[in-house]
T-cell receptor, first 111, second 115 residues
């Protein structure tokens, strides 16, 4: 089983739609969780951290379910500029801040 | 620009040749990471440094790969006797000593093509 699993997509949605991505992780001792965004042929960039209580940043909402070991990202009112690959990222326990990335979910927002 | 910088941006080499990449992290960051990314995959951890100490290496890092960070500032990643399977994007990232919640800041990457 992969350490971090995501549906690769692509998710093709119309502009203005709400879209949700899920991600599961295998190591129950993982402590830190993130969503990164990666544009085509660019480096990954931090989108948001994911906190136990859930957190929101504008149109983006992240949720963590430790019992089921999954993380979600909800994007409301999607824009063309949201088209990218969204990487689910989990911090490996044991220190060092080594991050383990999922394969990413590709989102295409269309007119 | 005070972000993470990598050099070169692109490298094309013939199988069997050695290549070396350089990464300059954000100056106040003491942690430096190397990742590798192939098409359709997420970045895969290779190794990381805290200051000049290399604290962890992935099993992906065969004996043909070596990384250094001699003065705790810039780092180099060398691949000896390159193989076609080494073709990938090599990403460097750095983070501040803020524990597990410090985000990684990535450089633009070095795209390696082995012919």
């Amino acid at each position: 089983r992969k350490e971090v699993e995501q549906d690769p997509g692509p998710f093709n949605v119309p502009e203005g739609a709400t879209v949700a991505f899920n991600c599961t992780y295998s190591n129950s001792a993982s402590q830190s969780f993130f969503w990164y965004r990666q544009d085509c042929r660019k480096e990954p960039k931090l989108l948001m951290s994911v906190y136990s209580s859930g957190n929101e940043d504008g149109r983006f909402t992240a949720q963590l379910n430790r019992a089921s070991q999954y993380i979600s990202l909800l994007i409301r009112d999607s824009k063309l500029s949201d088209s990218a690959t969204y990487l689910c990222v989990v911090n490996a326990p044991g220190g060092g801040n080594k991050l383990t990335f999922g394969t990413g979910t590709q989102l295409k927002v269309e007119l | 620009d005070t972000g993470v910088s990598q050099d070169p941006r692109h490298k094309i080499t013939k199988r069997g040749q050695n290549v070396t990449f350089r990464c300059d992290p954000i100056s106040e960051h003491n942690r430096l990471y190397w990742y590798r990314q192939t098409l359709g995959q997420g970045p895969e951890f290779l190794t990381y440094f805290q200051n000049e100490a290399q604290l962890e290496k992935s099993r992906l890092l065969s004996d043909r790969f070596s990384a250094e960070r001699p003065k705790g500032s810039f780092s180099t990643l060398e691949i000896q006797r390159t193989e076609q399977g080494d073709s990938a994007m090599y990403l460097c990232a750095s983070s501040s000593p803020g524990g597990g919640n410090s985000p990684l800041h990535f450089g633009n990457g070095t795209r390696l093509t082995v012919t």
